[in-house]
């Protein structure tokens, strides 16, 4: 425990006092700032109370540099995601999000046709699931799946769609079944 002096009777009193036991005076530690290296045998307690007494304790290097480390991470993290992408980049985003437009537009479709949608299940193999694009802002579109019919069997199905985007709207133009 360390004794510091009270700014009013300049007696010495535990820095845990959040008043002073001599004088009465509230805060009697306003403005006194201690180090990093003189609080460090402090509990988490007695700093608090010199804190309430109006004291002050110094970040410690240790503590200045986690900070800045941190600022420095959250600085890379921003600059990162503010990076533009490389026309190269920007047109792998572009076809990837297209061809996720035009399976879902078909997927929309084909539940449309099924007896229980809700049975459906996409075969796993990446040919399972193929948009290829034709051009144009066109894409085919190949799904293999599983649903139940009505006489609650589940069969395979294989189905086709031709999809165009029309402004920011996927569209199937065309739909083929076969088994
Ligand atoms: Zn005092």
């Not at 002073?20 to 403005?31: D, I, R, S, V, Y």
């Not at 420095?72 to 990076?83: C, L």
Request: charged content about 25%; some cysteine.
């Amino acid at each position: 425990m360390a004794l510091l002096n009270c700014n009013e009777c300049k007696k010495e009193i535990s820095h845990s006092a959040k008043t002073c036991p001599n004088c009465g005076c509230t805060m009697p530690f306003k403005g006194q700032r201690l180090s990093a290296k003189q609080a460090k045998n402090m509990s988490g307690k007695e700093r608090y109370s010199f804190v309430k007494g109006g004291g002050k304790i110094q970040t410690s290097t240790i503590q200045k540099i986690s900070a800045a480390f941190i600022l420095f991470i959250i600085f890379i993290v921003i600059i990162t995601i503010m990076k533009p992408s490389t026309p190269e980049e920007q047109a792998v985003k572009d076809k990837e999000a297209h061809e996720k437009g035009a399976r879902i537009a078909c997927m929309t479709e084909v539940h449309l046709q099924l007896k229980d949608p809700g049975s459906v299940v996409y075969g796993s193999n990446p040919s399972d699931r193929v948009v290829m694009s034709t051009g144009d802002n066109r894409w085919t579109v190949q799904l293999k799946l599983k649903s139940k019919n009505s006489y609650n069997a589940y069969v395979l199905s294989t189905f086709v769609c031709r999809v165009s985007l029309d402004g920011k709207q996927y569209k199937v133009l065309s739909i083929n079944k076969s088994k």
